[in-house]
Nanobody, 122 residues
Framework: QVQLVESGGGLVQPGGSLRLSCAASGSIFSIRGMGWYRQAPGKQRELVATMTGDFETNYADSVKGRFTISRDNAKNTVYLQMNSLKPEDTAVYLC????????????????WGQGTQVTVSS
C-alpha cells in the first residue's frame, strides 16, 4: 500500500505565498508522475500542475508564472510553491502520485492525498 500525507495549506492574504508538500510512504519501488489538483466548492476537480518522471512540467493556464511544482525523489515528496495567490485559488488541493510498488510484479499504483485547504482572503 502507498499512503500520501499532505501539509502546508492554510489561510493567506491575496498576494501571499504558501508551499504545499505531499510525502508518499509505503512499498514504493519507483515513482513516475506527480501532480497537484484542486477542487473549489461547487466546481469540478481541476489540474493545477504535474511533473513526469523526466521532470517535464505542465501547468494550468490560471497558475502559470505563479505556481511551481517540484519533487524530491529521495524523500518521495512533491511540492507546490504558490506565489501571488488570488482569492480564486481558494480550494482543497489534492496531490496525486503514480508509480510502481515493490514486489515481483511491480504493480502500478495511483494514490491520492486527503486534501489540504487553501483559503485566500483578506
Amino acid at each position: 500500500q502507498v499512503q500520501l500525507v499532505e501539509s502546508g495549506g492554510g489561510l493567506v492574504q491575496p498576494g501571499g505565498s504558501l508551499r504545499l508538500s505531499c510525502a508518499a510512504s509505503g512499498s514504493i519501488f519507483s515513482i513516475r508522475g506527480m501532480g497537484w489538483y484542486r477542487q473549489a466548492p461547487g466546481k469540478q476537480r481541476e489540474l493545477v500542475a504535474t511533473m513526469t518522471g523526466d521532470f517535464e512540467t505542465n501547468y494550468a493556464d490560471s497558475v502559470k508564472g505563479r505556481f511551481t511544482i517540484s519533487r524530491d525523489n529521495a524523500k518521495n515528496t512533491v511540492y507546490l510553491q504558490m506565489n501571488s495567490l488570488k482569492p480564486e485559488d481558494t480550494a482543497v488541493y489534492l496531490c496525486n502520485i503514480q508509480g510502481k510498488m515493490v514486489g515481483l510484479l511491480l504493480r502500478s499504483f495511483d494514490a491520492w492525498g486527503q486534501g489540504t485547504q487553501v483559503t485566500v482572503s483578506s
